[in-house]
């Protein structure tokens, strides 16, 4: 990659947040992926985020109780296993051979022995059992967390989609949540459980020998410390690494739906250094957050280490001074490295607490995002007749760029009206507002008479018809598909709209016909097949609003003359609204709307503003000639 090359990749993806977030105010709509490949902000609340993710546990109080006590016996188990050992040691192991009663010693060291492995065979069971309880508690608050983030993206406006690349937001379907389930899978009961051997290793550490017992303790400040000052380091670096992955993931999945543009333009190089540039910031965070909660197990190691061999000495000193048995002392140096042990695995697991909170953090700030505005007390007439009038519209992405001025048309029920204009006129954000994907900063647009904003825009939505330029299939037969512009529709209307959008002939020579089953946005059919389906999808429509966004613009002349004489059908008795840029599209329109800079220049049927000479008429000189 050459410097200069590199030096762009950097500015592109390595902004701070105010440069970010004055150049998503620079570019209006934008694209949206530079926002997900933008910083995300200053920290959240580590504690807040923390709590608000156990909250997702408390719908399963019960399961988490039993797997606390479980986990309770478990702990419980291994210590009491461990404090065994002082006796088994001082009666059975440790004594003067001259008085020793050899068979019975040994009959006795058998029994305790069995014992010893009942206790561990329960501590092992409870171990089982509360890794399985919470195996399903997390599962669940998981299910529970998707669930909630689908259903929120369902209440965004597509202002939200705009802002967002695609691949970050699925990112936090993936990515994120499997960070949230690795904490609540398996870290979650990992850390109570350590928590409740330190309480009870400090316990039976007193009761054995108070001066071994408080020198432990004493350690323990600097094991906590040392843990601070590198979880401190640590949480930065993890946030930046989801982030950084997000970004990855982002980039690869438009590059993947764009491969086509990519090899078009033989921007493979290009293509190549952004992702190797993407791919080394990923890296290179990721070695930044691995290291430095990496280093946290080695540190904290060998200071356990330092303990248990300052312990071990201080209590032969005891041994030999003061008569301390040497079953106590084996128990306290154990209860040593075992203190030491839990805070240890403590410390190993913050790694997958800062994956988590992290992730936690980017899936609850798509959780927060304001959902798309409706009225309690929203209108749904009976019936919609397609009465559509726009009255004085000033409209813009953003407040500092106005992208429609002064708008004002209207169309009457059954008549179609054609907006024609140069690309960015504003024609697209036309049907946008009528569609209440944005709220207009000032006018007024109604339908019936009635304002938009007071209609249940679920009710106004299927309402209108939408043949948009940008083709979108799902994943299912050609029925389905088609299907999906009226759900109750039987499969006579399907094969009906079908054939008045010229789709029939294609779809009978398909392998399995209207049972074909499309994959990848259908990338198996041509550009102007999945037009053609789009369009067979609003026929089935009976909505009384149609919309045609560049309807046409992927299918051949001779394909469009075939389909003019079906979308005739199509449209009539609804209210048509047509934006193309092919004139013969518009040409029966009742009337055209001529658009340049978001203001309409000129409007009348084909006929007068062929006769006006206007821009309307150059246009149409222009194509004439092409043609």
Known sequence: MNPERALRLKEKYGQTAQTQQKKEMDI?????????????????????????????????????????????????????????????????IYFDETQADISGRIAGLLSALLVLAAVYLLAVLGQWLSQRIMLQVSQSALKRMRKELFDKLQTLPIRYFDDHAAGDIMSRFTNDVDAVGELLNTTLIQMVSGAITI?????????????????TILITPVLVFASRLIVKKGRNAYRSQQKNLGTLNGFVQEMLTGQRVV???????????????????????????????????????????????????????????????????????NYTRQFNRPINEISMQMNNVFSALAGAERVFEAMDQEPEKRRVDALRPDKIKGDIKVEHVNFGYTPERTILHD???????????????????????????????????????????????????DFLRQNIAMVLQDTHLFTGTVRENIRYGRLDATDEEVIEAAKIASAHSFIMHLEKGYDTVLKQDAANLSQGQRQLLNIARAAISKAPILVLDEATSSVDTRTERHIEEGMDAIMKGRTTLVIAHRLSTVRKSNAIMVLEQGKIIERGTH???????????DLYHEIAQLD
């Open 407 to 457: 708008l004002s048309f209207y169309a009457k029920p059954g008549q179609k009206i054609a907006f024609v204009g140069s690309t960015g006129a504003g024609k697209t954000t036309v049907t946008n507002l009528l569609s209440g994907f944005y709220e207009i900063q000032e006018g007024q647009i109604t339908i019936d008479g009635m304002p938009i904003e007071n209609i249940d825009k």
């Open 263 to 333: 090899k078009a333009y033989s921007h493979e190089e290009i293509v190549v250094d952004e992702f190797s540039y993407l791919n080394e910031e990923l890296m290179q965070s990721q070695i930044k957050a691995q290291f430095r909660s990496g280093i946290m197990g080695p540190v904290t190691h060998q200071l356990c280490n330092m303990g248990y061999a300052l312990t071990a000495c201080v209590g032969a000193l005891l041994v030999v001074k003061r008569g301390f048995d040497l079953g106590g002392l084996t128990v306290s140096v």
């Open 199 to 215: 309480v009870g290793t400090i316990f039976l550490m007193l009761y054995t020998n108070l001066i071994l017992g408080a020198l």
């Open 28 to 92: 209006g709509r934008g694209p949206g992926r530079n926002q997900a490949m933008g910083a995300h902000g200053k920290p959240k609340n580590m504690a807040k985020t923390l709590k608000r993710l156990l909250a997702y546990l408390g719908k399963e109080k019960k399961l988490i109780l039993l797997a606390l006590f479980t986990t309770l016996v478990f702990t419980v188990s291994s210590l009491t296993a461990s404090y065994m050992l002082r006796p088994i040691i001082n009666r059975f």
């Open 607 to 617: 006929e007068e503003l062929l006769q006006a000479g206007g821009r309307y008429a």
